[in-house]
């Protein structure tokens, strides 16, 4: 599975799962342009994957910078065949939009989350598809989450936000099929991250039997009882993935919502 010769986009790529993948497309030859609110995050990023890699700030749930950076990012690599939709987590509202009960959130926390998680993939989306057009074909890959198939009490805001993402992803690859833009959405389990570090550190806080712990072993005391595999899912998992998914082997998916999360979603989710 070679992307050698391609140029990718993956946004809010300066760290954790959008590095992971970002460094499996890299891995697999292409040459990857990182997108991220945070600018000086986003170079440092590329200069620790090599030269094939470059780093640019943009914030990606804003329809008119999204254009800006995919503009600089064509200009600077050639064109574009693959664009990742990675950005999201939590805005300057995300304590706002945790519910549990519902009525606590606000306005500003669900406006936040749609904005973080699913206009990023609309404002990209849109500003990246008439250069993949251009290259008579492509792909996409959406990072939704397993919160978007499983009720997620704690997390109704973010929830909704990803299952946008899900339906998007196909209707997108419904209208773009005629084009060749191949369009599919992974959506990760409990990938230790620094919205599940905050999450850890909630539950920390509001449950007995995690108060002991550090975060990261309430994370990993989560995966212990929520993965039917009994591991973590990681950076590198969804690389791999979406490095397959946006290669020739891949050729005939498209519309396609793949979880890599373990086994979570065979049942209700633990938290």
Known sequence: ???DGKTAIVTGGARGIGAGIARGLLGA??????????GDEAAHAARQMGAKAIGLGGDVSQETEAARAVEEVVGRLGGLDVLVNNAGGGGPHAMESAGNPFTNITQAGWDDALAVNLRTAFAATKAAIPHLERR???????IASIAALLPAVAIPAYAAAKAGVVSLTRSLALELAAKHIRVNAICPGYVWTRAWEMLAT?????VPAYADLEPRDVFL???RRGTPLGREQTPEDMGN???FLCSDAAANI?????AVDGGITLGP???
């Open 136 to 142: 008579r074909g492509g792909a996409i890959v959406n």
């Open 221 to 223: 005391e989560v995966v």
């Open 241 to 243: 993935l979406a490095v």
């Open 1 to 3: 599975m070679r992307l």
């Open 269 to 271: 989710m633990s938290v």
């Open 254 to 258: 498209t519309g396609q919502i793949i």
């Open 29 to 38: 030859g292409a040459r990857v342009a990182i997108i991220d609110v945070d």
């Open 202 to 206: 909630g539950l920390k806080m509001t």
